[in-house]
């Protein structure tokens, strides 16, 4: 069974930074495409980072780019999202998502809230 | 950037229905279309990719169709779980969300 399981969450205050982390199992990790995906309270979906199998290639959101760093460690079966610079607006729930024909496998998610 | 447009944004069915979402993709996405479905509280979940794939463990109540720029999707008779927030999703230039239709019970 594919699980996927955030962690790193909490309240920060605007200008700080957090990393997150997801840990997968459940399927062969280094094979696979991951995804960050962030929803803002009562809001939609925003993907915002992507991360190739090896990472060879990572692509972000024009709304996170030069502030948030996607990374992964395949030998720990885990995914990272590195967050600088935090602002009121990225106060959301974040999501990391396996990439199969789009993304098939979704964490539970974790809150980043940023607030002073 | 491609624009997803979803219709309706509040949908109000009772049980046994027939109900159909609707996205339009700003420009022709090639069937590039997945649809998710979110309950309150929980992760979103994929239902049907590429327009008109059912995801594994996905009833056959649920079916998708359409071609370059409009897509739909229909749920042949509403059950009791199928209640929640719907979003389409295209991965052919980029990768964009719609803004959702939550379908509640009338």
């Known amino acids: 069974e594919v699980q996927l399981v955030e962690s790193g969450g909490g309240l920060v205050q605007p200008g700080s930074s957090l990393k997150l982390s997801c840990v997968a199992s459940?399927?062969?990790?280094?094979?696979?495409?991951m995804n960050w995906i962030r929803q803002a309270p009562k809001k939609g979906l925003e993907w915002i980072a992507l991360?190739?199998?090896?990472?060879?290639?990572?692509y972000y959101a024009d709304s996170v780019k030069g502030r948030f760093t996607i990374s992964r460690d395949n030998s720990k079966n885990t995914l990272y999202l590195e967050m600088n610079s935090l602002r009121s607006e990225d106060t959301a729930m974040y999501y990391c998502?396996?990439?199969?024909?789009?993304?098939?496998?979704w964490g539970q998610g974790v809150m980043v809230t940023v607030s002073s | 950037d491609i624009q997803m447009t979803q219709s309706p944004s509040l949908l109000s069915a009772s049980v046994g229905d027939r109900v159909t979402i609707n996205c339009k993709a700003s420009?022709?996405?090639?069937?590039?279309l997945n649809w998710y479905q979110q309950k309150l509280g929980e992760a979103p979940k994929l239902l049907i990719y590429?327009?008109?794939n059912l995801q594994t463990g996905i009833p056959s109540r649920f079916s998708g169709s359409g071609s370059g720029t409009d897509y739909t999707l229909t749920i042949s008779s509403l059950q009791p779980e199928d209640f929640g927030t719907y979003f389409c999703?295209?991965?052919?230039?980029?990768?964009?969300f719609g803004s959702g239709t939550k379908l509640e019970i009338k």
């Open positions: 590429n327009t008109n």
């Open positions: 459940g399927f062969t990790f280094s094979n696979y495409g």
């Open positions: 420009q022709n996405i090639n069937k590039y």
């Open positions: 999703f295209q991965h052919n230039s980029w990768l964009t």
């Open positions: 998502a396996k990439w199969g024909e789009g993304f098939d496998y």
């Open positions: 991360i190739y199998y090896d990472s060879s290639n990572k």
